[in-house]
Every structure is written in structure tokens, then in C-alpha cells.
């Protein structure tokens, strides 16, 4: 496999060293920050953390990269649980070896680039990274996998509104952060359930940055060939133009919060999106028709409203249309719902509801850059 050479790798990866303590006690402090009450109360700016680690520390660590403590595998990586020698359980991601392609390794490095500058409790921490052998990432193990498989397996008890809101608040944090809070604008590019990874106390953190983009603050948005994702979450002005910008994020996030709402999968057995499912029910205004059954009954309805009002905004065909982060979080909190705010024009109304009468523009792309971190890792 041929990389970027050494010593461009080696200014790439000219970082600090810190210690585990300091590591520790500041997840910790940000794990217990008060509720996000204020919008322009962003967590400030902090270099990065991360640390070189070696290749032998990260074999140590995952037992030789062996097949049982594998978690995960996409079209250009593989993820592996590990401990590491003072009992810190961690995640790696690498580059598979059999992967040939220059550009996966640049969006390898990309990623790098991208999360490892990036400081808020609602995202994935980055531990460090490795060159040595390879390219690999470390990250904080998520001891609870992601909201796709707590959500969806048949064998686990189903979600109870409180963590449902709790994750719904905590991911818009996240995704609010990403494009206000960083210096450069960031566009996730696959939010999705099985991105968001869960800790002990079901906090979420966005993870996998594959996809990313820096989006320079002079840039209202940016062309994007081909287009990748997933099915089921793709924003139209992405799959029929390649045209990235918050709104994006902005219109995946809605479908989170439909599939958080109604514990249905993006795309169900008739091929279906979930998008195209929720939107006639929303706009009948039979919101409680989205809730879980498996919940019967037991959510606060208030919250409901507040989730569904920001979730049909959100799906909104016309990303013009669409709210940004900031005012997504205003509604799903305490902000008011100001729906005359919001009604589109007649003509804007019935060209929105000629796009959805069209199944046959929803059809799968090319999803092999975008892999779940942690997808399969099961409920302690």
C-alpha cells in the first residue's frame, strides 16, 4: 500500500503529548457541564489532546488485531476493541491493508484533519493515531454502540422517551457545534443513527468523520462528485445536484429524529424512507401516529411536539426552507414554536408536496466510504 511519505505524515501528527490524567479529568469535566441553555454558550476553543500511539501499543491493546475483538467493517476500515496497559478501553480504526485506493487514504487523512480539532461532549473524542504500520485512530470505547443498534434490536427492552430525548437534544448539541461552534464550518455528511455512539450514561457523540468537509467561512456551500451516503438520509439538493452546506446535516437530522420517534428504520422492507412515511402524517398533524408502540403510550407530549414540529422542518424538500442547528435547538427546547414563522408559501407548499409524490428519485447511492465506528458492540 503506498502512503503519503513519512515526513509529511510526521508534520501532520506534531502533537503535544498529555497524559491520561489530564485526559480523563477533562472528559470528565465536560461530561458534567450543565444543560446547553444558551445558544451562544459554545464550549470554548482547546488545541488538541490526541497523542501519537505505536503500532505495538494498539496490538498489545486489541491481541494481536484479532477477529474476535473486531466491532466493525466498512468498504476502507475495520474497527477493533482493545485495553490499553492502565485499563483504558479504546476503539481502533484502520485502514484495511488490502485497500488500494490513494483516495480512501486521503479521506483516511481527512478525517484525521477534521475530528482531531474538534472539542465538544456531543462529539466522539479523538484518543490519538498511529502511522507506524499502517493508519489507525484510537478513540474512547462506547460501552453502549450506537443509537441503530440499541433501537433496533429485537432483543433489547425498547428506549424510553426520557434517553430518546436525551439523545435527540444531545446529537442537535453536537451537530449545533460542528457548524457554529468550530472555527471552520464542518458538514458532517452522514448523520444517522448508526453514527451516533452512546456512553455508560447514554450520552451521544457524533462519530465517524469519513465524510466530512471544512466548509470556509466565505463558502455558502460546496459541489460535491460522486455523491456518497446513505439511503434514506440524503438531503435532495445532495443526491440531484451534489450541493453541500448545513442544511444537509440539517435534513439528516431530521430523519434521526423521526427514527428516534418512531423506533422505524430509515428505510423499511418495501424500500420506503421513513422521510416519505412521517411527512403525510405531519402534515395532518397526527404526530402521536409517529410515536414507538412499544413505548404505549409513555412520553411527554409536549417534548413529542416540540421533536416532530423541529423533525418536519428539517425533511423539508426546499432546503431554503430548512432551519439551521440554532433554531432547530430553539424549538426542541425552550424557544417557541412560532409556526406562522414557518408556513411556506402556497406555491412553495404544493411544489414541496409534487417532490415527495416522487419515490423513483429516492434509490441507493454508493455508501462504501461511510462505515458505523462501533455498530455492533452489544449492551453492557
Known amino acids: 500500500m503506498r502512503y503519503i511519505p513519512t515526513k509529511s505524515l510526521k508534520r501532520l501528527f506534531s502533537l503535544r503529548k498529555r497524559g491520561s490524567k489530564e485526559h480523563v479529568l477533562s472528559s470528565k469535566n465536560k461530561e458534567n457541564d450543565e444543560s446547553f441553555k444558551n445558544l451562544q454558550n459554545e464550549e470554548p476553543c482547546q488545541k488538541p ?9 494498539l496490538f498489545d491493546a486489541t491481541n494481536g488485531f484479532t477477529s474476535e475483538n473486531m466491532v466493525g467493517k466498512g468498504g476502507y476500515a475495520e474497527v477493533y476493541k482493545g ?21 480512501k487514504e486521503k479521506e483516511f487523512l481527512t478525517e484525521i ?3 482531531g480539532h474538534v472539542h465538544h461532549s456531543n ?31 429485537e432483543k433489547l427492552p425498547p428506549l424510553d422517551w426520557k434517553t430518546r430525548h436525551k439523545i435527540a437534544i444531545g446529537t442537535a448539541r453536537g451537530l449545533h457545534y460542528l457548524h457554529k461552534g468550530c472555527k471552520r464550518r464542518i458538514i458532517h455528511r452522514d448523520i444517522k443513527a448508526s ?25 455558502t456551500h460546496h459541489s460535491i462528485a460522486p455523491i456518497e451516503g446513505t439511503f434514506g438520509h440524503l438531503a435532495p439538493e445532495y443526491y440531484l445536484h451534489g450541493v453541500v452546506d448545513e442544511k444537509t446535516d440539517v435534513f439528516a437530522f431530521g430523519v434521526l429524529l423521526l427514527e428516534v420517534i418512531s423506533g422505524r428504520k430509515p ?11 412521517a411527512k403525510p402524517i405531519l402534515n395532518k398533524g397526527e404526530i402521536e401516529e409517529l410515536v414507538d408502540v412499544r413505548l404505549e403510550g409513555a412520553y411527554d407530549v409536549t417534548q413529542l411536539k416540540r421533536l416532530a414540529f423541529a423533525a418536519s422542518l428539517c ?3 426546499s432546503s431554503t426552507w430548512r432551519p439551521t442547528m440554532t433554531e432547530v435547538l430553539e424549538i426542541m427546547e425552550e424557544g417557541e414554536m412560532d409556526k406562522d414563522k414557518w408556513k411556506m408559501p402556497e406555491e412553495e407548499e404544493e411544489q414541496e408536496e409534487e417532490f415527495w409524490g416522487f419515490e423513483d428519485l429516492e434509490y441507493e447511492y454508493d455508501s462504501s466510504f461511510s462505515m458505523s465506528l ?6 453492557n
Open 267 to 277: 428505510v423499511d422492507t418495501s424500500h420506503q424512507s421513513l422521510h416519505s412515511w
Open 123 to 153: 462529539v466522539l473524542p479523538l484518543l490519538g493515531c498511529c502511522i507506524d504500520n499502517g493508519l489507525y485512530f484510537v478513540f474512547e470505547l462506547s460501552s453502549r454502540g450506537s443509537v441503530s443498534s440499541i433501537l433496533h434490536d
Open 49 to 57: 489532546t490526541w497523542k501519537c500511539f505505536s503500532y505495538e501499543e
Open 195 to 219: 453514527n451516533i455512539l452512546l456512553t455508560k450514561d447514554f450520552e451521544p457523540q457524533i462519530s465517524d468523520f469519513g465524510l466530512a468537509k471544512w466548509l470556509p467561512s466565505q463558502w
Open 113 to 115: 484533519g477534521t475530528i
Open 374 to 379: 462501533i455498530d455492533s458492540i452489544e449492551s
Open 315 to 317: 425533511i423539508r424538500a
Open 83 to 103: 485495553t490499553l496497559k492502565n485499563g483504558e478501553e479504546i476503539a481502533v480504526k484502520r485502514l484495511t491493508r488490502t485497500s488500494r485506493d490513494e483516495r
